[in-house]
């Protein structure tokens, strides 16, 4: 999708950096070969390695999809000690070889405390410049109200997700609109159905990458790759007049949400630069869910911090 310029624009030539662990060798040859057999005309080089300081030196945009998954039995703080190793030796990379106005996406869980670590290793990159995708989020809940309603995904906008990358995160409808036969009405009033939309919507979502699982036995992939193309693409690019997009990015607080934690906001984007969208209305269901999932951010970081601290 990146080479094809899905992200960067239809005329911007492309240098791809691909990073993997030395075991993985074979198979990043592999990827090398078919990129070179897909006869890409915007892409101009490709630079396999296993070397952190090849990967990030003088990249414009980074998407960190490596990351130690969560297996059966896991506590959570081992989970981040494993993280914690890789996105060390990454945010260190990243910060001595990488351009400074870099673009990093991180979109191996847990997301938004992976971004946060990489950040911390990185001090000479803006806190602003490291994200974490919610954007799988968001269009796993855009087509869940499209079919609920029967309109096409195009025709739904400003759904949000607030909060972390798992399954506290909040799909929330309360400021989103959608398109019923050319008619713009808000999503509440489409669907008609609190209870739905406080329940089973949002377990769907919550719990979709799961499902993904259980039916696949492997995680999302088409869908992810889809979602991270389409988080760089508006952060490239920005958004369109009135539509926002969820990212999580470095928190101040917006919202009540704890600051200095990477959380999942509504954003606009203009000239390559995220702001959170103010003034939007939050009832008391949706204040219960942010409270929830800014707890557990906090305490990731607390885990994860007291390891990097070891």
Known sequence: MIARGEVFGKDQSLILHLLDIPPMVGVLDGVCMELADSALPLLHKVFPTTDPAVAFNDVS??????????????ERKDLLSANVKIFKAQGAAINQYAKKDVKV?????????????????APTIPKEN???????????AKAQIAAKVGV??????????????SSTQFPDVLNGNVKVNGVEKS???AVNNKAYLQNEFVETVQKRGAAVISARKMSSAMSAAKAACDHMHDWWNGTQPGNYVS???????????????????????VNKKWKIVQGL??????????VITGKELLEEKQEAMSVVQD
């Open 61 to 74: 945009a980074a998407f960190l999809v490596g990351a130690m998954p969560r297996r059966e039995g896991m």
């Open 130 to 140: 490291f994200t974490a995708m919610t954007r799988l989020d968001q269009n796993r």
């Open 187 to 189: 999503i509440f009033d």
């Open 152 to 165: 096409q995904i195009t025709d739904v906008l400003n759904v949000i997700i607030w909060g972390n990358h």
């Open 281 to 290: 209305k939050l009832d008391d269901f949706a204040n219960s869910k942010l």
């Open 247 to 269: 990212m999580g990015v470095i928190s101040d607080g917006s919202y009540g949400a704890p600051k200095d934690i990477i959380f999942s906001f509504p954003v606009e984007i």
């Open 105 to 121: 996406l991180v979109v191996g869980n847990p997301a938004n405390t992976n971004a946060l670590i990489c950040s911390h290793y």
